[in-house]
């Protein structure tokens, strides 16, 4: 994790509560987390700050942003270790996916 900011990790489990999940991985040894958003600056912010990759997820045209054409969407995604450590750092400013961040925590440091 690149910074200690409280106020960077509320803003952070904010838009994990609203844009993103926790999924359980395929190996079942771990979580990984996303976050996906139209605009790439917020995912360079979160990655920047906490680490993680971005990719383009897919293109849409569907929603809002129909009547303006096709539009990116970017996913910021974590797995493993880094998903543990960054998911204990947003907990306490999670509402939304408070408890599942709180079982992913626990599966993985039970491991």
């Known amino acids: 994790m690149k910074a200690n900011y409280p106020e960077s990790w509320a803003y952070v489990a904010g838009l994990l509560d609203g844009?993103?999940?926790i999924t359980k991985?395929?190996?079942r040894k771990h979580y990984n987390v996303?976050?996906?958003n139209t605009n790439l600056a917020v995912l360079q912010f979160v990655r920047q700050f906490a680490g993680g990759k971005i990719q383009v997820?897919?293109?849409s045209n569907s929603g809002v942003?129909?009547?303006?054409?096709?539009?990116?969407?970017?996913?910021?995604?974590?797995y493993g270790e880094s998903a543990a450590i960054f998911l204990r750092k947003v907990l306490p400013y999670l509402i939304v996916?408070?408890?599942i961040a709180?079982?992913?925590?626990?599966?993985?440091?039970a491991a």
Not at 65 to 76: E, L, S
Not at 102 to 109: E, S
Request: without cysteine.
């Open 19 to 21: 844009e993103g999940s």
């Open 25 to 27: 991985a395929a190996s």
């Open 34 to 36: 996303f976050i996906v």
């Open 57 to 59: 997820a897919k293109k």
């Open 65 to 78: 942003y129909a009547k303006r054409g096709f539009v990116y969407t970017h996913r910021w995604y974590i």
């Open 97 to 99: 996916k408070k408890e």
């Open 102 to 109: 709180q079982r992913a925590i626990d599966a993985y440091y």
